[in-house]
Every structure is written in structure tokens, then in C-alpha cells.
């Protein structure tokens, strides 16, 4: 096996990994944008979600309670958005970004809380991470393995993918979802509950979020830090934006930004000296390239972000 086969492997099976926590983070903002609620708080949703997942990872033992949790606790701080912006009518800028800042704040005074002041968690034992699957298909060190022996956490992300275009594409639910988006107040004459569909969405988005800041912390690395999330809630904002609001082109952007961050991690495993910092600034740098150069004047559902309030 020639070594730029096993190094362009290497590369697909690391953006497969990065990618996996912007998808499911992307696809909530999808979701909740398309019932009208902008979330720009997707940051701090994903960094409780980070925590949760790993302090129950570490002491109940079990990924998958873990990995609900996270997600319990993702949509517990996106029903503050929902509350805020839905019912009481708050900007929804500035409501996600209180939530940016809060969610960092508290994640590290539950960091403090469980783990005796430390600013961290404990390290998840190997065996209570999330499964890897595929191992056992391909032979060691082959390129079927580098690549698809991946943790589970990456195949559910791309199902995800197609169970929310599903849903919000081909069933009454997601026809509801999106005319709430685009049209509250006609789709209010319809008979349709605004508030709740509303409500589905920002919470929705909070669980996925959640998920996507638990497949940091039990998968890709076996802790929580401070620094874990680092921008990449607001990787997925704009991921959601580059893909038109769209979860299958969503999709595609996420796999862009995570090829990325595997570009990065491949460059600092090779004997080419690049600075660090170039390094760790290269995501955001083809994130902002990538928007500038191929958004345009993107446009997303027409209500997304305007009060509603019901006319009756």
C-alpha cells in the first residue's frame, strides 16, 4: 500500500470524525430555522452537551445513557432560547448569544462541581467511550479500515441526515414545520399551533446539539475542557447557512469544514513545518472563505427571526 493511499485515507477517515459533531449540531440549527427561530446559541448548546456526556459517561459507566443525557441537557438550555424568543419575543441574536456565554460558564462550574474544582473531567475509561463499528470487517492498517472503522457516533450523524430531510420533506409534520418558517400567521389560519411547532424546532435543536457536543467528548477525545468546543457550535451556524437551510447540502458543508480540521490534524502529523497557529486557524479561515465566496445573499425561510405573536 503506497503511503499516499494510506495518508489520503488517513485524511477522509479524520474529516468522517470532525464532521460527525457539525452534523449533528447543523442539523439542528436546520431544523429550528426552518420553523422561523434563529439559534446562534448552538455553541453553548453543544458545550453542555460536551460536559453532560462526559460526567455521566464517567460515573454511570454506560456511553449511551451518556449520550441521551447529553442531549437532555443541550435541549434543557435551548427551552431558554425557546422561552425568550417565543413567547416573550426576544431578539434572537441576542438570546443565543447570552447563551453562548452562559453555556461555557456553566460547564466548567459543573466541571468544578463533579470533579473537586478542576476546570476538567476525568478521563473516560477506553471501554465506556462510544463503540467503534466496523472494526473487525477489515484487516488492521488497511484502507477500508483507516477509513470506515469509525465510532458509532459518526454512522448515526449521517443517518440523522436523512431522517431529518425525510421528516421535514416528505411528511405533514415538516410541510407544518417549514410554513411556520415561512408564513406563521397563514399557517396560523390553517388551524396550525405556531408556539409549538416553534417549540419542536428550538428544542430539537437543542437535543441535537447536545448529541453533537457528546460526540466530542465520548468519542473523539474521553473528557470535557475548556477548550474542546472551541468555535465549532458556530462552525455549524454556518455550515447550516452555506447549505440554504437544506440538511443534504448542509450536509456537504459540514464534510468540507471537517476536512478542514483533518487537513490540520494530517499537516501536524508530517514532517512539513507549518506554524501551529496557521494550523489551528485554518477551519476558521475556510469557513470564512468558503462563506464569503459561495453564499452570496443567502436567504433563509422568510419569518426566520421576526417575532410572532398569535392574532387571536
Known amino acids: 500500500m503506497s503511503s499516499f493511499l494510506t495518508n489520503f485515507a488517513g485524511v477522509i477517515g479524520i474529516t468522517l470524525l470532525y464532521a460527525a459533531?457539525?452534523?449533528?449540531?447543523?442539523?439542528?440549527g436546520v431544523v429550528s430555522e426552518n420553523t422561523g427561530v434563529v439559534n446562534i446559541g448552538l455553541e453553548g448548546m453543544m458545550t453542555i452537551g460536551a460536559v453532560v456526556g462526559a460526567i455521566v459517561g464517567f460515573y454511570v459507566g454506560n456511553p449511551w445513557?451518556?449520550?441521551?443525557?447529553?442531549?437532555?441537557?443541550?435541549?434543557?438550555?435551548?427551552l431558554l432560547h425557546g422561552v425568550a424568543t417565543?413567547?416573550?419575543?426576544a431578539d434572537h441574536v441576542v438570546s443565543g448569544t447570552a447563551l453562548n456565554l452562559l453555556g461555557p460558564g456553566l460547564a466548567i462550574f459543573l466541571a468544578r462541581l463533579f470533579f473537586d474544582g478542576a476546570a476538567m473531567t476525568e478521563p473516560i475509561p477506553f471501554k465506556n467511550k462510544m463503540p467503534r463499528v466496523l472494526g473487525n470487517v477489515f484487516p488492521d492498517g488497511s484502507i477500508g479500515d483507516i477509513i470506515f472503522n469509525q465510532y458509532i457516533t459518526?454512522?448515526?450523524?449521517?443517518?440523522?441526515?436523512?431522517?431529518?430531510?425525510?421528516?421535514?420533506?416528505?411528511?405533514?409534520?415538516?410541510?407544518?414545520?417549514?410554513?411556520?418558517?415561512?408564513?406563521?400567521?397563514a399557517a396560523e389560519t390553517l388551524g396550525i399551533d405556531v408556539y409549538k411547532l416553534k417549540y419542536i424546532g428550538v428544542?430539537?435543536?437543542?437535543?441535537?446539539?447536545?448529541?453533537?457536543?457528546?460526540?466530542?467528548?465520548?468519542?473523539?477525545?474521553?473528557?470535557?475542557?475548556?477548550?474542546l468546543i472551541s468555535g465549532q457550535g458556530f462552525i455549524a451556524l454556518a455550515a447550516v447557512i452555506f447549505g440554504g437551510w437544506?440538511?443534504?447540502?448542509?450536509?456537504?458543508?459540514?464534510?468540507l469544514f471537517g476536512a478542514a480540521e483533518g487537513l490540520v490534524i494530517f499537516m501536524g502529523?508530517?514532517?512539513?513545518?507549518?506554524?501551529?497557529?496557521?494550523?489551528?486557524?485554518?477551519?476558521?479561515v475556510i469557513t470564512m472563505i468558503s462563506m464569503v465566496l459561495f453564499v452570496?445573499?443567502?436567504?433563509?425561510p422568510s419569518a426566520n427571526g421576526f417575532p410572532y405573536k398569535r392574532t387571536k
Open 21 to 28: 459533531p457539525l452534523i449533528y449540531t447543523a442539523m439542528g
Open 65 to 78: 445513557i451518556a449520550f441521551l443525557c447529553a442531549g437532555l441537557g443541550g435541549m434543557a438550555i435551548a
Open 86 to 89: 417565543i413567547h416573550f419575543g
Open 154 to 185: 459518526v454512522y448515526i450523524a449521517f443517518a440523522l441526515v436523512a431522517i431529518i430531510y425525510f421528516i421535514l420533506y416528505k411528511t405533514k409534520l415538516g410541510l407544518r414545520m417549514r410554513s411556520v418558517g415561512e408564513h406563521p400567521h
Open 203 to 227: 428544542l430539537t435543536s437543542g437535543f441535537l446539539a447536545g448529541l453533537g457536543g457528546a460526540s466530542l467528548s465520548l468519542a473523539v477525545v474521553a473528557n470535557f475542557r475548556e477548550t
Open 246 to 255: 437544506k440538511p443534504q447540502t448542509t450536509l456537504l458543508a459540514c464534510l
Open 269 to 284: 502529523s508530517t514532517s512539513i513545518k507549518v506554524s501551529p497557529d496557521l494550523l489551528n486557524m485554518l477551519p476558521y
Open 296 to 300: 452570496g445573499e443567502a436567504r433563509g
